[in-house]
């Protein structure tokens, strides 16, 4: 309901496209910042629940054959129990700070933003019903092509998102640095973002996608294969730069493809929400089939929950899921995004278009006012 509503707006803050992808671009990175400040709270609240610890030095199947005494034994559960404790209260603390920033937010962009209707919509436009809307937005071409492309590419990043932390801990021997680099990927992507902004203005926004979606391959393999804490901040940075990219570019081509059909079906109106909601929609379901596969692959290969090591077909696992699996995706995705019509010559056609069917719709409005008159 949030998600959905507030990304179409976007097609009702301007009907000018260079405003429009400013105003994306300042969106996702207050999107980014949040995300980076959510984190940031999150990760200093949570680490205090890792400040006891609980990875013991020695088995505790030897202190039942007699390496340590009943008192030790008696203690060493004692001290797993208040971790538990302490863990869940301020992971507790944690969700209700988060929760209490979403409510916030959604409250502010509710009083802030006014809805408005095209103004320069022709008054014989009728709004389309949903299910022939759907039909026509599923056989649009463009829509389908960078829907299709950005799903595979959304697959490929949650992928290494999901995993990342796990790859850090179980197979990389970060364990206590996870989260400076974490930090250091969303600092990045706020800071890309302006740069991603200038470079699809100035080299269009196909090209923006393919330079900086495939800037993560040669980096996540370098950290597969060269697993130490210099090559991980290394790593940090430029998937950073991706995810900007990641995050940005599909948010910013899906008004031209709006615009697009928009063109074809001049009298129709109501169609934002249906593309919006079923692009959302695709790349939703795209996360939630990655985090349940990853989930299952790792089960597979024996991972052990709250085990301080896992076994070696976990830590193969975790480097498939976070080098060769999010490679083979980017690479599909980015087959299928060549396919895409829409260009920098095709969006200024369009534009022009559009601009010379609102100036006729002015027009006319305007020939009617004064005859009414």
Request: charged share 15%; glycine share 6%; hydrophobic share 50%.
């Amino acid at each position: 309901c949030f998600h959905v509503s507030y990304s179409a707006l976007t097609m009702f803050i301007s009907t000018d496209q260079k405003e429009r992808d400013s105003a994306t671009a300042y969106r996702m990175t207050v999107e980014v910042m949040g995300t980076l400040l959510g984190a940031a709270i999150q990760g200093q609240i949570v680490a205090s629940a890792h400040t006891l610890k609980h990875c013991p030095t020695h088995n505790m199947s030897a202190s039942y054959l007699g390496n340590s005494s009943g008192a030790e034994i008696v203690k060493s559960l004692v001290h797993s129990q208040e971790y538990l404790s302490h863990a869940k209260e301020v992971y507790m603390i944690a969700a209700g700070v988060i929760g209490g920033v979403f409510l916030l937010c959604t409250v502010v962009m509710f009083l802030g933003v006014k809805e408005k209707e095209d103004p320069y919509g022709p008054k014989t436009e009728k709004q389309i019903p949903f299910m022939q809307g759907f039909l026509m937005a599923m056989r649009h071409g463009p829509y389908l092509i960078l829907t299709a492309a950005f799903l595979l590419i959304t697959v490929a990043i949650q992928l290494t998102q999901s995993n990342f932390v796990l790859f850090c801990t179980y197979a990389a021997g970060l364990r206590e640095h996870f989260q400076n680099i974490v930090l250091v990927i969303l600092i990045s992507a706020v800071l890309s973002i302006p740069f991603w902004q200038w470079f699809l203005q100035r080299f269009g926004k196909k090209t923006a996608a393919f330079c900086g979606i495939t800037w993560i391959m040669p980096f996540t393999m370098m950290l597969v294969f060269i697993p130490n804490l210099l090559v991980a901040y290394i790593v940090a940075v430029s998937s950073g730069l991706s995810i900007a990219a990641s995050l940005l570019l599909p948010w910013s081509m899906l008004p031209d493809v709006v615009d697009d059909f928009r063109l074809i079906n001049p009298y129709s109106k109501g169609h934002e929400a249906i593309f919006y909601s079923f692009y959302v929609f695709f790349i939703k379901l795209a996360a939630g089939i990655t985090l349940g596969v990853s989930t299952l692959c790792l089960e597979f290969a024996g991972y052990k929950t709250g085990s301080c090591t896992q076994p070696a077909p976990v830590v193969y696992t975790l480097k498939l899921l976070i080098g060769a699996a999010p490679i083979a995706f980017i690479v599909t995705g980015l087959m299928i995004l060549v396919l895409y019509p829409i260009n920098e010559d095709v969006r200024r056609r369009n534009k022009l278009c559009l601009d010379e069917l609102r100036k006729q719709s002015i027009g006319s409005t305007t020939s009617e006012d004064l005859s009414n008159a």
